[in-house]
């Protein structure tokens, strides 16, 4: 006998006869053998139609109030659903958040879950009944006990806790689309069904994924090891599963708050090829990396900064054996890239730099938390560490520093994210997904209907799939002082504004004004953040003395994801080549180990998301076809 979770979508409990048919899966799926708990959104497009009527009566509703109307909608789902299973003769109880005990926060419209009470619902699940409860919702601690919701989209997350809390075998996301594709469907036609996904993957898309599955619940998946299924509530194919790692203890108090970063990780292995003063123009990078990726060097942080006037840099690390190799290669493209006039010798400048180390702070609870790569920044400066490279994704933050101070900033980390030594390294990637897969394995021989067993460790692709994310901004601040505490005093600023920061990107070249070394850092926002968080800057720069804020709002970043691309020479060149063969030109670039993000002009957004898919053969046999 399993214990199971199941979600159902707003289309799928769209109409009674849907609601209907949903009561005939449950149905089943307790005749099975199993325990049941369903978590429902509210019908159809009933949360639209609620927002609506609210803006009919104000501009800028009351947020308690919005949480009151919007709490409205599932309630009417899950008895109806609750209604539809007694007439099947199921026994079947609906429940709201507040009846259940789901504890948030008293942040309205965006509360996050602090803890789950699980009496009750085990109470009914012993009589017999299946459970079903109200999605998105919340109630806060007492005295007020005030109605919250999570978000819009937050029904996935309270099924994810939901499982989490009663330590369910899995949890399954009934939805509208057969489970998650390797990339957007209405951009990219050809887009392939994923059988499995890990859980740092579908965070690394969630730009891709977020349409699909709460960014929110795959952060609670993975932190708790809750096996996850996305699949279509039309069919009985199997879907897509997101695999986690075997959870590490952790306490279900705070469940959505504590514990954002979970690991502290190192690297004093790597050297730093810089080549200063590329022609920003298309191909270069592609040219750079495919000759790397011919040696077969691996390569690991790439970071491009925004141009300066009309050249680029471009910096990445290797490991310090490969150093040799790495910088022969750009010391032979460099004379061949094309002369610059801005440079005195006519040539891009190649840049070496041994003895770095890499230090990253690694969890799942980053999203939308600007406050936590603020804390990281502000921990080195405090260290006196100065930072040299800053590259971010989804699940990690990484700063390149001198390795000299490697020791001090890795035990100033583990203090401030209160990290145990002890956890260090138990949860790398790839060995993480094996325990996911052991997880999962072990506990399918009991289950009906099975989880479907996981393919494979490695994917086949090193690209798992291809995200486009057109609603971000890029800005940037010239000539910051390149001293400790300057990102820190940045990014913190925004942290302070609630302004969540995606890429990161400090300048490799330094230029020494008023006798202090400075260099620019760029980064991208959300686009409605955008015009709010420049004004804010601009007024810091001015009483910093830091340089000129610059905002470009008509970017695109596209990304490409996969946990396989670790330790395989090639991903990123192949990426770049792909943008390079349709002139698209490259604006920034940013990786992690199963990352590598490009921002290139808005207008080029859709193609380049097209051609980086089927380069990586993402489209399967059918060649897809691109409009020029
Ligand atoms: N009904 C809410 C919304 O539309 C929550 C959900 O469906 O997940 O956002
Ligand atoms: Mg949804």
Redesign the pocket.
């Known amino acids: 006998m399993a214990l199971i979770v199941q979600k159902y979508?707003?289309t799928s409990v769209g109409s009674v006869e849907r609601i209907q048919a949903v009561a005939q899966r449950v149905y089943k799926t307790v005749k099975a053998g199993n325990l049941l708990v369903v978590v429902l959104?509210?019908m159809g497009?009933?949360?639209?139609g609620l927002i609506k009527l609210a803006h009919e009566i104000s501009k800028n509703p009351n947020r308690r109030e919005m949480d009151m109307l919007?709490s409205t909608?599932?309630q009417i789902s899950i008895a109806l659903l609750s209604m539809a299973l007694q007439e099947l003769e199921q026994p079947a109880i609906s429940l709201t958040g507040a009846q259940v005990g789901i504890v948030t926060e008293a942040e309205h419209t965006r509360a996050r879950i602090l803890d789950i009470a699980t009496e009750r619902i085990h109470r009914h699940l012993n009589e017999g009944k299946v459970v079903v409860v109200a999605?998105?919702q919340g109630i806060t601690n007492s005295p007020e006990w005030e109605i919250t919701?999570?978000?819009?989209?937050?029904?996935?997350?309270?099924s994810v806790a939901i499982a989490a809390a009663l330590r369910a075998n899995y949890c399954e996301i009934y939805t509208d689309v057969p489970g998650i594709l390797t990339t957007d469907p209405r951009l990219v036609p050809e887009a392939q069904l994923m059988d499995e996904i890990t859980s740092d993957e579908m965070l690394e898309l969630a730009s891709l994924g977020a349409k699909v599955l709460?960014p929110r619940a795959v952060e609670i998946a993975r932190n708790y090891g809750v096996p996850l299924l996305v699949r279509s509530s039309w069919t009985d194919d199997p879907g897509t599963l997101v695999i986690s790692p075997l959870p590490q203890p952790r306490s279900l108090i705070n469940l959505e708050i504590a514990g954002s970063v979970d690991d502290v990780e190192f690297d004093t292995d790597q050297a730093r090829v810089a080549l200063l003063r590329v022609p920003d123009r298309p191909g270069v990078a592609a040219r750079l990396f495919g000759e790397i990726a011919r040696l077969d060097v691996d390569i690991d942080l790439i970071i491009q900064s925004i141009h300066e006037g009309n050249t680029n840099d471009i910096a990445f690390t290797v490991s310090s054996d490969s150093l040799n190799r790495a910088e022969a290669v750009a010391s032979a493209i460099a004379p061949v890239l094309g002369s610059q006039p801005t440079t005195a010798t006519g040539v891009a400048e190649v840049m070496v730099q041994q003895n770095i180390a890499k230090v990253s702070i690694v969890g799942a609870g980053m999203i939308g938390r600007p406050g936590v790569a603020a804390k990281m920044f502000a921990t080195l400066a405090e260290a006196g560490v100065n930072i040299q490279m800053i590259s971010t994704s989804e699940v990690k933050v990484s700063c390149v520093i001198d390795s000299l101070d490697c020791d001090r900033a890795v035990f100033a980390l583990r203090q401030a994210f209160e990290i145990e030594v002890a956890g260090v390294g138990n949860r790398e990637w790839g060995v993480g997904g094996v325990g996911g897969v052991g997880e999962v394995t072990s506990s399918s021989s009991s289950l009906s209907p099975p989880l479907p067993t996981p393919h494979s460790l490695l994917p086949v692709s090193p690209v798992r799939g291809v995200a486009l994310d057109m609603h971000q901004a890029r800005l940037a601040i010239r000539q910051l002082p390149d001293r400790p505490g300057t990102a820190a005093k940045l990014f913190g600023l925004l942290a302070q504004h609630n302004i969540s920061v995606d890429m990161i990107i400090q300048s490799q070249r330094c230029g020494v004004i008023d006798s202090v070394p400075r260099r620019d850092i760029a980064f991208t926002v959300a686009c409605i953040d955008a015009e709010e968080a420049k004004d804010m800057l601009a007024q810091a720069a001015a009483e910093f003395g830091w340089g000129e804020v610059v905002l470009e709002a008509a970017i695109a970043k596209v990304s490409v994801v996969g946990a396989a691309m670790v330790k395989q020479p090639g991903v990123a060149a192949k990426m770049f080549e792909a943008l390079a063969k349709h002139q698209i030109n490259i604006q920034m670039i940013a990786t992690s180990e199963i990352k590598i993000s490009c921002v290139v002009a808005q207008e080029h957004g859709v193609k380049a998301l097209q051609v980086i898919h089927n380069a990586f053969g993402l489209a399967g046999s059918e060649k897809i076809q691109v409009s020029a």
Not at 45 to 48: A, E, M, P, R, V
Not at 149 to 158: K, Y
């Open positions: 979508g707003g959104s509210a497009k009933t949360t639209d919007l909608g599932e999605g998105f919701t999570l978000g819009r989209g937050g029904s996935d997350t309270s709460h």
